[in-house]
């Protein structure tokens, strides 16, 4: 007995509207998924901030910074983009926006050489009463001593290379973590155009920014006295 065209056409219409019912679901768990993308900065937020790259010698080595630049300017982020011999007069000027109202959130990344201007910026920066809520160095080129704080700092260096730890000073305030990336492909002249290497200090940037919704720690004046800590504080938590 042959099959009657009729039903065979129906079943497969419906054969083909459950696949798409199917596809419509999973669409929807996926877009409810709390693991999709991860929300960008407010608006409100990216305008109070500024971004500031600073180049290593010859402004020719570190044109990655330019990339993570261009793709922090699409977020709506500003940023400035120097050679690492302006870092004093870039300090200032950040400095005059911030106490005008116009900043509340300085981040600083720099490769080579602008690196290891890094803690020199942030120290001017926290003199001049100033805070600065991250700091990315990668392959800072020579010892680099971190005296005064941002509220974090990340030093990505290769271990077996030019680069080096960044170390924290007696009494420093803020986190200070140095990642070693030896192994992974990277070298001191591509570490800043690395697409992974990227990633992560957007990544960095953009968490930093949601951060700053919360109150900045007030900035330490030098020589001013660190206040004493409480028997609450300073008693170990329990679980």
């Known amino acids: 007995m042959r099959p009657n065209g009729r039903h065979t056409a129906g079943a497969s219409q419906l054969s083909a509207l459950r696949v798409w019912a199917m596809a419509l679901l999973l669409l929807s768990v996926v877009a409810i998924s709390p693991t999709g993308a991860k929300a960008a900065p407010s608006q409100a937020a990216t305008a109070t901030t500024h971004v500031y790259l600073l180049r290593g010698v010859l402004n020719i080595f570190s044109l990655g910074l330019d990339t993570i630049g261009a793709r922090l300017q699409a977020q709506g982020i500003p940023v400035t983009v120097a050679n690492f011999v302006s870092w004093s007069s870039l300090a200032d000027e950040a400095a005059t926006a911030y106490k005008a109202g116009r900043l509340k959130t300085i981040i600083l990344v720099g490769h080579s050489s602008g690196a290891t201007a890094l803690p020199d910026m942030i120290a001017k920066l926290n003199q001049l009463g100033v805070p600065v809520k991250l700091a990315i160095g990668l392959d800072s080129v020579f010892k680099t001593k971190l005296s005064t704080g941002a509220e974090?700092?990340?030093?990505?260096?290769?271990?077996?290379?030019?680069?080096?730890?960044?170390?924290?000073?007696?009494?420093?305030?803020?986190?200070?973590?140095?990642?070693?990336?030896?192994?992974?492909?990277?070298?001191?002249i591509s570490i800043d155009k690395n697409e992974a290497i990227q990633r992560r200090v957007i990544a960095e940037i953009d968490a930093a920014i949601m951060r700053s919704r919360a109150p900045a720690a007030p900035v330490a004046q030098p020589g001013t006295p660190r206040p004493a800590r409480s028997a609450a504080a300073a008693a170990p938590a329990r679980n």
Do not use: F, S
Request: glycine letters at 22%; zero cysteines.
């Open 152 to 188: 974090r700092y990340i030093n990505i260096y290769i271990g077996d290379g030019p680069g080096e730890p960044v170390r924290a000073a007696a009494g420093l305030r803020g986190k200070l973590d140095n990642v070693d990336v030896r192994g992974t492909g990277v070298g001191h």
